[in-house]
């Protein structure tokens, strides 16, 4: 978590020197990129836990 909150922040620190639009919207897409690939990173680790713990695999 704490590389990802390092990259967010390092992200919206690039984000306030910008001043054309186009690159602000990249770095708002690069930002929601970002957080879907941590989320879906968290639930396949989740998915893993489940499997491993699983009744039916013992």
Known sequence: ME???WLLQQIDELEAQT???ANQ???E???DIVKEQAKRIEQAEMEL?????????W
Request: glycine fraction near 4%; aromatic fraction near 10%.
């Open 29 to 31: 897409a690069t930002k």
């Open 19 to 21: 001043t054309t639009f």
């Open 25 to 27: 919207a990249l770095l």
């Open 3 to 5: 590389n990802l909150d």
């Open 49 to 57: 836990d489940g499997r491993i713990w699983s009744p039916n695999k």
